[in-house]
């Protein structure tokens, strides 16, 4: 009998980490839960607890008492824990081969940078941490020897997409756009539904409604990257997490518009040829393809039918509705910590947009503000990464206090 393979999964009770426990109940004996993480939602990770019975749960540190008898009891390191440090420690548990990251933001940069240090293989979701700082991320799997598997669709899709010369220089940190030149791939196109704002007028969306940002069309997501689709600055982070991920300027990344969403991105190749990947918009296939790669094993999502599509659609994105988008390729272009202050400043002005603190077309304002203010410097490691995070988060609550986002 072939071994199980340990999976951790963090950010168990949110939708990345719903669509991977689903795809993980159709290969029960193929792997293995050994940790999972939550941090507010207490019932639903109870529940998972009880019917998976890890060998380590973690939440937020107050919500650890509410978890209530430990179901764990009697098994070998059998614990609960509670903040980072527990995040780290399933992320990084000797019975973990591969780490989902499912957490939503900046707060899984330091349990995907231990899950990369230790060697794991690790599927990523959250874009936040590469967005930040990409490569220090790629350096750091080039030294511990992990496995970079992007599954968040469009990354996925153009992973898919590549040779498999250059899929191992992408797996291992040294990213297509140094080593692989041979591959020959010249660009790559990242597609977006558009989200819910697609046809709406600049006045309507300044004044959209959480309610109407958080509804979008095609999937089903948290809230955070509910707004960034709405906002398109989703796309953005995307487009930064490309170049850091996959080691391409960010001259040569595209962004269409394609409504249907059953074509998650493409790559240009120096023959004019061009490789696309199709599915239906349902994150249990690439989850599905990362935690099989390189074999291929049944996401529960069926084939799209081509006819019932009928027609693609495809249009270049609207910069003058959806500002953001051009924000973070400003950001991309300037490199070094400006992607981290980009992302700072959007995570806090979303949070202060569904507090109700800011209306929706303020959230660029104040992104764009703490641009103009913030001094880019050199990324050096995780702290220094840590340090510019938090010192935006400050100059953007301050701006936002004083009252003029934008
Ligand atoms: N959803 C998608 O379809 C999709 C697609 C592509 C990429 N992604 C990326 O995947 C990541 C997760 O997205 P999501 O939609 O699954 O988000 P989500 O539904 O909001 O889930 C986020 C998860 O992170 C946990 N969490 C929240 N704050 C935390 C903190 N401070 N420390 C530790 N854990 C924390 C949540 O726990 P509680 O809920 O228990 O509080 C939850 O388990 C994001 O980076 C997103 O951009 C998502």
């Known amino acids: 009998m072939t071994e199980q393979i340990g999976v951790a999964v963090l950010g168990a009770t949110g939708s990345i980490g719903s669509s991977t426990l689903d795809v993980l109940r159709l290969h029960q004996g193929r792997f293995k839960i050994v940790s999972l993480t939550g941090w507010r939602r207490i019932d639903p990770l109870r ?6 019975t890890p060998a ?41 081969d591969t780490v989902v990251a499912g957490v939503s933001g900046a707060a899984g940069l330091r349990s995907t ?10 599927l990523i979701a959250n874009k936040e941490p590469f967005v930040m700082c990409g490569e220090l991320l790629r350096n750091a799997a080039s030294e511990s020897g992990a496995c970079l598997m992007p599954i968040d669709s469009e990354h996925n899709a153009i992973f898919q997409c590549l040779p498999l010369e250059a899929q191992r220089d992408v797996t291992s940190g040294r990213g297509i756009g140094r080593t692989s030149e041979g591959a020959g791939v010249s660009r790559i196109a990242l597609t977006a539904s558009g989200g819910p704002f697609l046809r709406a007028p600049a006045a309507a969306i300044a004044r959209a409604t959480p309610a109407e940002a958080l509804a979008h069309p095609i999937w089903n997501m948290g809230r955070k990257i509910s707004v960034d689709s709405a906002t398109l600055m989703n796309k953005g982070l995307e487009l930064i997490e490309a170049c850091n991920l996959f080691g391409l300027q960010e001259s040569q990344i595209d962004i269409i518009i394609h409504p249907q969403s059953v074509l ?3 790559v240009y190749f120096d023959d004019g040829s061009l490789i696309g990947q199709m599915g239906n918009p349902d994150m249990r296939i690439p989850i599905s393809h990362g ?5 291929r094993a049944a996401s529960g999502i069926a084939g799209i039918n081509l006819s019932e599509v ?5 249009e270049p994105p609207d910069i003058e509705r959806f500002p953001s988008l051009a924000l973070a390729r400003e950001a991309a272009k300037a490199g070094r910590s400006t992607p981290i202050a980009l992302n700072a400043a959007n995570e806090v002005a979303v949070d202060a947009f569904l507090g109700g603190l800011i209306t929706f077309g303020e959230i660029p304002g104040v992104v764009a503000r703490v641009l103009e203010r913030h001094e880019p410097s050199e990324i050096t490691d995780l702290a220094h990464v840590v340090e510019i995070d938090l010192e935006v988060r400050s100059l953007a609550n301050d701006m936002m206090r004083r009252g003029s986002p934008s």
């Open 310 to 314: 009928g027609q693609l659609n495809f």
């Open 56 to 96: 380590l749960i973690a939440a937020e540190p107050e919500h650890v008492p509410d978890l209530g008898s430990n179901p764990l009891d009697g098994r070998e390191g059998g614990c609960y824990l509670g903040g980072e440090d527990g995040l780290v420690a399933a992320a990084t548990h000797p019975e973990v």
């Open 264 to 266: 998650h991105s493409l």
């Open 113 to 122: 940078l231990a899950a990369v240090q230790a060697g794991k293989r690790v």
């Open 291 to 295: 935690l099989a790669y390189p074999k």
């Open 47 to 52: 529940q998972l607890s009880n019917e998976f």
